[in-house]
């Protein structure tokens, strides 16, 4: 069993920076793929960007490649999203998940523990 705590989350501006992190207990983290997903209102919960076991390989959705950054430090159990350039659409809530199974990253159920969500709103 693997018990996942995101960070609080917050308000910014469009534009500006904020940092999740996903910090895990239960087992050891680097036994899981990692993942980050986010659901805003009335939306259906959608990938955000994922990371292997390793934290070699990274993969993103097209509406954050090239301003939200996935890391991970397994020495700490923790896996973090910074996000840069913040637009009012990524207002939602984000979730942090973990995987043991191979599979394809961007799928929802390929992912065997979810942490309890965390809201980031983005005013314009």
């Known amino acids: 069993q693997v018990q996942l705590v995101e960070s609080e989350g917050g308000l910014a501006q469009a534009g500006d920076s904020l940092r999740l992190s996903c910090a895990a207990s239960?087992?050891?983290?680097?036994?899981?793929?990692m993942g980050w997903f986010r659901q805003a209102p009335g939306k259906e919960r959608e990938f955000v960007a994922a990371i292997s076991r390793s934290g070699r390989s990274t993969s993103y959705a097209d509406s954050v490649q090239g301003r939200f950054t996935i890391s991970r430090d397994n020495a700490k159990n923790t896996v973090y999203l910074q996000m840069n350039r913040l637009k009012p659409e990524d207002t939602a809530v984000y979730y942090c998940?973990?995987?043991?199974?191979?599979?394809?990253?961007?799928?929802?159920?390929?992912?065997?523990?979810w942490g309890q969500g965390t809201q980031v709103t983005v005013s314009s």
């Open positions: 239960g087992r050891t983290l680097s036994s899981y793929a």
């Open positions: 998940a973990a995987a043991k199974k191979v599979g394809s990253l961007d799928y929802a159920g390929l992912y065997d523990y």
